[in-house]
């Protein structure tokens, strides 16, 4: 892969990526790492993809499957995570959006994260987590169900 074709790549999904790994493993010192090497695997990977689409699904992919392969691992489960939401957050409202958000469980996080923050419908969630698009319809149903109890009725989602 030519250099000028990894700095378009990396430039049109870095942020999309560190969100998402931010997002799932709550901890940036993490989620750059993750970022780090899903853009390592996505350079190494030879075969074309037909859209953009497909190559940014397939980063997202990639992206999950390294933050639950880091969630279980040994070093994981015996440390504390430093977070730092404040790189992402802008007002206080957002702040406190953002801590919701990160307050649920991880199931819920990330369809949430998906959902609102990337933009996926829920077939193409459905697709990425691999979860039918019904248990993706239920799950952002019980976290949203869940941020409307955490930070009261005037919040619309």
Same mark, same amino acid.
């Given at each position: 892969?030519? /250099?000028?074709?990894?700095? $378009?790549?990396?430039?049109?999904?870095?942020? =999309?990526? #560190?969100?998402?790994?931010?997002?799932? @493993? &709550?901890?940036?010192?993490?989620?750059?790492?993750? $970022?780090?090497?899903?853009? +390592? *695997?996505?350079? &190494?990977?030879?075969?074309?993809?037909?859209?953009?689409?497909?190559?940014?699904?397939?980063?997202? &992919?990639? $992206?999950?499957?390294? @933050?639950?392969?880091?969630?279980?691992? !040994? %070093?994981?489960? !015996?440390?504390?995570?430093?977070?730092?939401?404040?790189?992402?957050?802008?007002?206080?409202?957002?702040?406190? *959006?953002?801590?919701?958000?990160?307050?649920?469980?991880?199931?819920?996080? *990330?369809?949430?994260? +998906? #959902?609102?923050?990337?933009? #996926?419908?829920?077939?193409?969630?459905?697709?990425? $987590?691999?979860?039918?698009?019904?248990?993706? /319809? =239920?799950?952002? #149903? %019980?976290? &949203?169900?869940?941020?409307?109890? /955490?930070?009261?009725?005037? +919040?619309? *989602?």
């Amino acid at each position: 892969m030519e /250099q000028a074709q990894m700095i $378009t790549i990396y430039e049109r999904m870095k942020n =999309t990526i #560190y969100r998402t790994a931010l997002a799932y @493993c &709550r901890n940036v010192q993490d989620a750059e790492d993750i $970022t780090h090497d899903v853009f +390592l *695997i996505r350079f &190494r990977h030879e075969e074309p993809f037909p859209d953009e689409e497909s190559e940014k699904a397939w980063m997202l &992919r990639v $992206t999950v499957n390294r @933050c639950k392969n880091l969630l279980k691992s !040994f %070093r994981r489960r !015996f440390t504390v995570p430093l977070e730092d939401a404040s790189e992402v957050c802008v007002t206080d409202a957002e702040h406190s *959006i953002w801590d919701a958000v990160n307050a649920l469980p991880a199931h819920y996080r *990330i369809v949430i994260h +998906l #959902y609102y923050y990337e933009g #996926y419908t829920v077939r193409e969630i459905g697709a990425i $987590t691999h979860k039918s698009e019904t248990s993706v /319809q =239920t799950q952002l #149903y %019980r976290a &949203r169900k869940l941020l409307k109890k /955490q930070l009261g009725e005037e +919040l619309e *989602i």
